[in-house]
């Protein structure tokens, strides 16, 4: 079903139908995060990729026309770098631990620490949450200051697109 | 869309449930699934979703520009406000064992007023973008 609503994104030529396929593909990722028993990370691809992006989607939609506009060159090169890049990343795989393999190093780290120890450290019976906001604290302070400069970027850029459409419309009107 | 009863009566159910459902996130996050992150995102899909019923001078009202610009930087700030505190109780900086006599209860309360921080800001964020990209369309439509 993913990959069936991924190739009707990538030949759909109507940009409403593909924000709207986008959707729908945030929700199934969100099922599969689901399966997977990553319910902090489904929940905020629902919240997120599903509700919160379609309708900015939609909103900057609204300010543009409703087709996406001819391709003006050959997609082959575009094309051969994106299956290069990804055959290179498939190659990378082969060199991982198995799925779930006890043994991986990722799982005799620090994640035994954090499962043994984050309940009678933190009293906080979310794993997740625990290691979140305590133990990667710096991480997640990192993280919080990322998304407010992502504000503050689109802060910067609408607004002066704004002020300087005001001038604009005073040079004409004088 | 704003004159249909329908929709406005369901969209006047939903948000509450939404906003609550949101702080059932927010402070519930400790236990299960969510947190901060994710209940910023709900209750800004709640405001989200009044500002497309009701359009957006009405949501402008309740929830005005300039808080929303505030929330942006008090979520850093509480969030840096808390290492801080850490730093003056004589721990090392988002070092929450200092924050109360118990140690385990200072954790529980530094994860708390972190887990705020960050609620405050990623829903301010969200709002801030929704409300300049449906600003532009508007003004522009009012031009038109």
Redesign the interface.
Same mark, same amino acid.
């Given at each position: 079903m993913m990959v069936a609503t991924v190739v009707i994104l990538a030949r759909s030529r109507n940009l409403f139908a593909v924000v709207v396929l986008g959707g729908i593909y945030s929700f199934l990722m969100a099922t599969v995060l689901v399966a997977l028993d990553a319910?902090?990370v489904?929940? @905020?691809e629902a919240?997120?990729g599903a %509700?919160?992006s379609t309708?900015?989607l939609l %909103?900057?939609l609204?300010?543009c026309k409703a087709e996406e506009a001819k391709p003006a060159h050959r997609p082959w090169l575009p094309l051969a770098v994106a299956v290069g890049t990804g055959a290179v990343l498939v190659y990378g795989t082969l060199g991982l631990p198995a799925f779930s393999d006890p043994e991986a190093p990722i799982h005799t780290h620090v994640a035994p620490r954090y499962l043994n120890e984050a309940l009678?450290?933190?009293?906080?019976?979310?794993v997740?949450?625990?290691v979140? &906001?305590?133990y990667r %604290?710096?991480d997640?302070?990192g993280? @919080? @200051?990322v998304?407010?400069t &992502? %504000? &503050?970027g689109?802060?910067a850029l609408?607004?002066r697109?704004?002020k300087k459409d005001k001038a604009d419309?005073e040079k004409a009107a004088s | 869309m704003r004159n249909d009863l329908v929709l406005r009566v369901i969209a006047k159910l939903l948000i509450p449930f939404i906003l609550l459902f949101a702080l059932y =996130?927010q402070f519930h996050?400790?236990?299960?699934?969510?947190?901060?992150?994710?209940a910023g =995102?709900?209750a800004?899909?709640a405001i989200?979703l009044h500002v497309?019923i009701f359009g957006l001078d009405a949501t402008r009202r309740i929830v005005p520009e300039r808080l929303v610009?505030t929330m942006?930087?008090a979520?850093?700030l509480i969030?840096?406000g808390v290492?801080v505190a850490g730093l003056l109780l004589g721990g090392n900086f988002?070092d929450?064992f200092v924050l109360s006599g118990d140690?385990?209860?200072g954790?529980?309360r530094? !994860?708390f007023w =972190?887990?705020v921080? =960050?609620a405050v800001?990623?829903s301010?964020?969200?709002l801030? !973008?929704?409300y300049?990209?449906?600003?532009?369309?508007h003004?522009?439509g009012e031009?038109a």
């Open positions: 319910v902090d489904a929940m @905020t919240a997120v %509700g919160v309708v900015l %909103g900057a609204h300010l009678k450290e933190t009293s906080v019976p979310n997740v949450t625990a979140l &906001a305590s %604290g710096y997640t302070l993280e @919080t @200051t998304v407010f &992502a %504000g &503050a689109v802060i609408l607004r697109r704004k419309a | =996130v996050g400790e236990l299960g699934p969510g947190g901060g992150f994710q =995102v709900i800004a899909a989200v497309l610009e942006l930087a979520g850093v969030y840096a290492g988002l929450y140690r385990v209860y954790q529980l530094g !994860i =972190v887990e921080g =960050v800001t990623v301010g964020v969200m801030k !973008i929704f300049m990209f449906a600003a532009r369309g003004d522009d031009d």
